[in-house]
Antibody
Framework: EVQLVQSGAEVKKPGESLRISCKGS????????INWVRQMPGKGLEWMGR????????NYSPSFQGHVTISADKSISTAYLQWSSLKASDTAMYYC???????????WGQGTLVTVSS | QSVLTQPPSVSAAPGQKVSISCSGS????????LSWYQQLPGTAPKLLIY???KRPSGIPDRFSGSKSGTSATLGITGLQTGDEADYYCGSWDSGLSAGVFGGGTKLTVL
């Protein structure tokens, strides 16, 4: 079974750093891009960026460029999303999703809830 | 503000049919394929329709997709209470070099 399993919920303070993970299984991890998608409370889906796990080439949405870093470790089939200095406005659910083709995200991870509060 | 435009909500009675629209531009699904995702309450999104009108294995034929130019429609027939969810259209925007989604449509089955 193809699946993406994300790390657990996090509660952080403003200014702290954070890295969340997304582990793929059931397929060749290096054959498909991994994407990250944000969903703020009660809001819609926002595409953040993607990574090609075979060579770690990344592509970011202009809205998120410079605010987050996407990386991957192909030896353990895991992609990461990280922040160096969190803000309260980063509070959201974050999903990873495999990119099947240019426009098809499947499957999705179960989501990681990040709460940033003082 | 989302790049793709969807109505915020639609509703219909059980057993009836509903359509959800998605409009974009030539830089996104005017020249790329469109997908639809279903997000049941408290869960991750799930692929419902891909390449404008194809259903993944396991998706019932009550769900259908169509596209014409820069507009697309998700159709759901034989509505069930279990279909209550948020539905999102998604594509790639060649001008932005970014994935794009609609703002989502909340389906209520009355």
């Amino acid at each position: 079974e193809v699946q993406l399993v994300q790390s657990g919920a996090e509660v952080k303070k403003p200014g702290e750093s954070l890295r969340i993970s997304c582990k793929g299984s059931g397929y060749s991890f290096t054959s498909y891009w991994i994407n990250w998608v944000r969903q703020m409370p009660g809001k819609g889906l926002e595409w953040m960026g993607r990574i090609d796990p075979s060579d770690s080439y990344t592509n970011y949405s202009p809205s998120f460029q410079g605010h987050v870093t996407i990386s991957a470790d192909k030896s353990i089939s895991t992609a990461y999303l990280q922040w160096s200095s969190l803000k309260a406005s980063d509070t959201a659910m974050y999903y990873c999703a495999r990119l099947m083709t240019t426009t098809v995200f499947d499957p999705w991870g179960q989501g990681t809830l990040v709460t940033v509060s003082s | 503000q989302s790049v793709l435009t969807q109505p915020p909500s639609v509703s219909a009675a059980p057993g009836q049919k509903v359509s959800i629209s998605c409009s974009g531009s030539s830089s996104n699904f005017g020249n790329n394929y469109l997908s639809w995702y279903q997000q049941l309450p408290g869960t991750a999104p799930k692929l419902l329709i891909y390449d404008n009108n194809k259903r993944p294995s396991g998706i019932p034929d009550r769900f259908s997709g169509s596209k014409s130019g820069t507009s697309a429609t998700l159709g759901i027939t034989g509505l069930q209470t279990g279909d209550e969810a948020d539905y999102y259209c998604g594509s790639w925007d060649s001008g932005l070099s970014a994935g794009v989604f609609g703002g989502g449509t909340k389906l209520t089955v009355l």
